[in-house]
């Protein structure tokens, strides 16, 4: 069963604009991570951010973490045409012998 | 390029028989996850392997079964498939017992279809 909820499911901005995602998960958590699949195929990992960490920066991406809330949020800032991908947020939960955890994706178009 | 290579890409099977996918690991990495991505959803982890042991598995039966080598290269058998089973098959490796980051690099998937 997935661990939870990306939201939206899709998402359609165009070129510069940013783009916000979001995650729900349900159990307690080693670390989160935000991972990106281009059509159908392999996935490629962006960042993670650990369960005592509430936000982090890699490139133009930024990641927050509400471990009260159990969600995490991805921003994309000034999207590319490149950056058209499902993302999808993968959860390390304690005690689950280091399995990740995916959440349902969400599809991104950017536009020109 | 993760370095992480699987085989076959594609693969036509019908009811009822048996499928082999293989998984070369990304250089110096001990663990390798298995994943069945059906169309328009997220991975849902398999089994993993971690030094030719398993390592934790999902709620798939018994018929989904593996095999890490020494070189911990890896294999996913299917037997007796079912319709359901179509799918994108995803491999992951990743450097076991490091300090808890669990970061997997996956390759590009085997893509099976069940007739």
Sequence with gaps: ????????????????ENATMNCSYKTSINNLQWYRQNSGRGLVHLILIRSNEREKHSGRL???????????????????????????CATDARGTASKLTFGTGTRLQVTL | ETGVTQSPTHLIKTRGQQVTLRCSSQSGHNTVSWYQQALGQGPQFIFQYYREEENGRGNFPPRFSGLQFPNYSSELNVNALELDDSALYLCASSLGGSGGKNIQYFGAGTRLSVL
């Design chain 1, 1 to 16: 069963s997935q661990q939870g909820e990306e939201d939206p499911q899709a998402l359609s901005i165009q070129e510069g």
């Design chain 1, 62 to 88: 930024r990641v927050t973490l509400d471990t009260s809330k159990k969600s995490s949020s991805l921003l994309i800032t000034a999207s590319r045409a490149a950056d058209t991908a499902s993302y999808f």
